[in-house]
């Protein structure tokens, strides 16, 4: 297996292998936080030092269908211990689904050096390498943040149905059977919240997994570019969106093409089929049967 500086990554500074993750275990400019889908992993085990983030709880407005402001985002750093200088590296299960998701309301808060353990929680634990059910706890740090930036990264469903308008690119990183409109929910899964099946016209389907192995590490940037690139037909100068049903599976994709491939104009839809499936007056398209016919 390459290195990571050997994939050909726009910017390979931000993914750190497992090797690096346990070199720093107890380097105390470095915070390593797990964010899972499965809320019950990190009591079952998780990288010694490390806090959970859970997406629920510390990153969502429990009120507001929206994310934590200014004042809520630092008090959750003071509490996990982290200053603005500190290195915050990320992972998880479901090949860091929900660590890209953390990533990215990382970034709308401006911190500046956050990492994400390429492999996640699945190739730390293949290795063998030491868990522990012990929560950590560190001094509280005073963080200050930047108010919430959600221009660059962040798409709204106004900005969305503009997009749509402009024939500009979408990528929708769901199944397969969601995109065709046969599922209002990923495979195996209940349906949350969707009252129609489909995707948003013009987006094209690159389920989120393609990106990465069955190890759960990101593939080359050779790779990738053949999937988003030449099969999709993709720009680096593009300006996409990526959507899901909910934000998380995108946020990877976006990690992907912002990171990875260096995309510059790359937004991450979080209302997502949530959202649009749900709204009234908006287009939607099904199979390409029925694209055709809507043409």
């Known amino acids: 297996m390459t290195q990571v500086n050997d994939r050909g990554y726009a910017h390979p500074e931000v993914l750190v292998t497992t090797e690096w993750v346990a070199e720093h275990l107890n ?22 030092g490390a806090v959970e983030v859970d997406w629920t709880r510390d990153l969502n ?35 860091n689904w929900w660590a890209t998701y953390a990533f990215w309301v990382f970034k709308l808060f401006g911190h500046k050096d956050a990492r994400v353990m390429d492999g996640g ?35 709204f469903r106004d900005q969305v149905l503009e997009h749509v308008r402009a024939g500009l690119p979408l990528v929708d990183v769901r199944s397969p059977e969601e995109f065709r409109g046969e599922l209002l929910h990923m495979p195996g899964m209940p349906n949350e919240g969707a009252l129609r099946g489909g995707h948003i016209p013009g987006a094209k389907n690159v389920p989120w997994s393609r990106a990465v192995r069955e190890d759960s590490t990101f593939k080359s940037a050779d790779e990738l570019r053949q999937i988003y690139e030449q099969e999709q037909g993709l720009r680096p100068t593009d300006d996409v969106i990526a959507y899901c049903r909910i934000g998380e599976r995108s946020s990877h994709t976006w990690f992907v093409l912002k990171y990875l491939l260096g995309y510059d104009q790359v937004r991450n839809y979080d209302g997502s089929w949530t959202e649009w499936g749900n709204l009234v007056g908006v287009p ?4 390409e049967t029925e694209e055709k016919e809507m043409a």
Do not use: C
């Not at 380097?27 to 010694?48: C, F, K, Q």
């Not at 003071?78 to 299960?93: A, C, H, K, N, Q």
């Not at 740090?141 to 990264?153: E, F, M, N, W």
């Open 121 to 155: 929680r699945l190739k730390w634990v293949q290795e063998g390498r030491p868990m522990t059910t012990e929560v950590p706890s560190y001094p509280p740090t005073v963080y200050k943040a930047q108010p919430r930036d959600d221009r660059t990264d962040r798409a």
């Open 27 to 48: 380097d105390p400019n470095v915070r390593i936080v797990e964010s899972n889908e499965d809320p019950l992993l990190y009591a079952t085990g998780h990288i010694p």
């Open 284 to 287: 939607i398209e099904k199979s």
């Open 61 to 95: 407005d429990q009120v507001l269908r929206d994310y934590i402001g200014q004042e809520q985002f630092e008090a959750l750093m003071s509490r996990i211990g982290v200053t603005p200088e500190m290195t915050v590296v990320f992972y998880g299960d479901k090949s």
